[in-house]
């Protein structure tokens, strides 16, 4: 499973270390996903999501029922 957001389809960013000598190497940076289980009035069961933090501050906007039609709109099967 790759490191994206469910909501937001952020991942990784991807550069250079440059330490004091310029030598470069190359570096990632991972996006911060908590993985968040919400309930589904409408279906009566959980849904398990990979969110980055922004992703958990669209969630507490917009509402579960809301964000989780979006995902599926977007072809991913929760």
Known sequence: MPRTCDVTGAGPGFGNNVPWSKHRTRRRWNVNLQSKRYYLASEGRYVR???????????????????VARVRARGRKI
């Open 49 to 67: 999501l990979r969110l980055s933090t922004k992703g958990i501050k669209i969630v507490d906007r917009d509402g579960v029922e809301a964000v």
